[in-house]
């Protein structure tokens, strides 16, 4: 479960300028809500031909659930039986997600929730907020 | 466009993978690189297929997969194919697409004894073999990598117990 979740980490801290340079204009967001829209409509947009719905956000606005109608990744995927079933083949989104988004400064912790591979009704993506890395930004940037 | 991004991505994200979990030993690496392409051949070889007619002989399959099945998979055309009429291949491709992302942009060729090199086109070389069998024949696939490029060398029907 881990290796998949460091390369989903490796291919989002790269996919993050291919993401930017695709997407002219997106720009800094204000606050969280606007860096889900934009992970949503523009991000599993472009590379995954879907876009998941936003729900679910915590009280603080700190936190949300993205829900994937389908999944491309497991259209023709079904897991094995046996020990097979704990894999958590969905887990390279997260990796992605967290890699991309703390190149642009925000620690986040995303899981599913909700796997459709492993028998739930839908498939459900937590997303949190954790901090803003400060001391990470470059000299000259704020 | 996006598909091809989000592949070179993943290609690079599984060799470092296998390169961290097997530090010592590229062999195990390439073999299940190798493994991975080959299961992925085997189906998108038969996907890719399936409108056309059946391939008259051996030297036909192997012309197709130079030419259709190889803009498919690397978005060129193969530079070279040669072969001795006794099942053996060699296909040569000068400007190999999984190696350019990586290694061409430093503008030095490449070194052939590198291991991590030589796990960049392990993949392919399964994907080679599982599209042949596939296609009723099944082979053993050799790669070199020549200055920019990739030497494919194939084998229809080794001897059994040569592998």
Sequence with gaps: MKSYYFSGYNIGVRLIDDFL??????????????TADILS???FKTYLGIAPSITNWSPAGDEFSLL???N??????ELPEGPGQKLSYNQIICGAIRGALEMVQLEVECRFVQDQLKGDNTTELRVKFLKKLVDALPVGED | MVDETLFDYLHMSI????NNENENDVETASAYLSQIGYRVGYSL???LSKENARYRDELDTVKYLCKELWICLFKRQVDNLRTNH????????????????????????????????TLYIAYSNGLLRGILTNMGYPCRVTAEIVDFGVRF??????????K
């Excluded at chain 2, 060799?15 to 296998?18: A, D, I, L, N, T």
């Excluded at chain 2, 060398?153 to 040569?162: L, M, R, S, T």
């Design chain 1, 68 to 70: 994937l109608d389908g």
């Design chain 2, 15 to 18: 060799v470092e993978h296998y």
């Design chain 1, 72 to 77: 491309p990744l497991t259209e023709f995927v």
């Design chain 2, 86 to 117: 006794q099942g053996v291949y060699v296909i040569h491709d000068g400007r190999f697409r999984l190696l350019q992302q990586t290694l061409t942009t430093m503008n030095k060729p490449i070194d052939s004894n590198n291991r991590l090199h």
């Design chain 2, 45 to 47: 070889g038969e996907r």
């Design chain 1, 41 to 43: 409509k523009q991000g």
């Design chain 2, 153 to 162: 060398q194939i084998e229809v029907n080794p001897v059994v117990g040569q």
């Design chain 1, 21 to 34: 340079a695709r997407n002219p204009t997106v720009g800094r967001c204000n606050d969280f809500r606007e």
